[in-house]
């Protein structure tokens, strides 16, 4: 019997994906390269186009792993809702504030935006997980009397992480633990329940 | 004395921008060709070139001109600011959610991301007009009243338009006239005074 060509080796595999995170953190996304990511894999390039693409399928892939093998994403529930969110936005705004993060996460938008499944995939594997922890808190609290009933959470969790990401990309403002705690004030603001 | 090459003919200028907002609107910004925009406006494809690196340079000041042409930017003030604000959202979600405005965004925000110095002449001279007419117009339901005093502006504008284009981004929801709807409920309930 012969081994199927096709059929990923495990081994190789995670060899690849770790070289290109490392790579990823030494050189930036636009200075990657199949060539680099192959020769620290110890692997040949083909192998590498056997399986993905491109650059940002790899990265994608990786980042999936990445996230898979963390805990599960959860939010802090310290009964404060107020106190939570701010922790988990001012630490997504340093990540948006960092440049290595940021041309990453730019490189992996502009993929993203030409290629539709590609950006079902990371929607979905990447960006879902982090979005429902976030709603997970938000139903908490709406339990805890701390969100007005009939808030769409969707639209709750839309309004921490949609600012963010405007500023971010359209580079309109300063990326800062203020403007952290900004969008939050005004998101509790907005989901509050209506005083008597 | 001869001419200078390099100057722009107006004429030409126009005849070229005209045909490649019709083209657009024709075959999509996909399809979109030097080719075509040239043999449209009866201009050489090195005249084309000799003035744009590539045709999202040619759209960008299309629709920079289009707007320079139209009336100032302003929204309605009708006195109820989230009857203005639903207006002027409900439009542009309509906007996102037309197939054919979404490409071009979507291709213009490629190009923009990958590009910072096209980046920041979208957001001055395309985006710029747009956000600060609906800062305007928050600045008169502060002066009226309705917003609360120490709202930073700016971060309102964002929590209107931020929810927007990550929905739309991301493709993570329906773009309806409920959605803009419920954006401008949430933003007016994060803005308004505090109750005594």
């Given at each position: ?6 059929r ?7 060899a690849i ?9 030494e ?8 060539e680099?990511?192959?020769?620290r894999?110890?692997?040949?390039k ?15 892939e990786?980042?999936?792993d ?8 959860a ?5 404060d809702l107020a106190a ?6 001012r ?5 948006f ?9 730019r490189a ?6 030409g290629?539709e499944?590609?950006?079902v995939q ?12 976030v709603?997970?808190r938000?139903r ?6 701390q969100v ?27 990326l800062t633990?203020?403007?952290a ?6 998101a ?5 329940p209506?005083?008597?």
């Open positions: 019997m012969t081994a199927d060509p096709a990923r080796n495990e081994r190789s595999r995670r994906l770790t070289a290109a995170l490392d790579l990823l953190g050189t930036g996304y636009a200075d990657l390269t199949i680099a990511i192959a020769a894999a110890g692997v040949g083909q192998t590498i186009y056997r399986w993905w693409r491109k650059k940002g399928a790899i990265i994608l990786a980042l999936v990445a996230m898979a093998a963390a805990e599960a994403v939010l802090p529930d310290t009964g939570d969110l701010r922790t988990v936005m630490a997504t705004v340093a990540e504030a960092d440049p290595k993060l940021s041309a990453t996460t992996i938008t502009i993929e993203t935006l290629d499944s590609l950006g990371v929607r979905d594997q990447l960006l879902r997980p982090q979005l429902d922890a709603k997970d938000l908490a609290g709406r339990d805890a009397g007005r009933d009939g808030v769409d959470l969707d639209q709750a969790v839309e309004l921490l992480f949609g600012p963010l990401y405007h500023r971010w990309l359209l580079r309109t403002g300063p633990d203020d403007y705690d900004g969008i939050v004030e005004l509790v603001a907005a989901i509050r209506d005083r008597k």
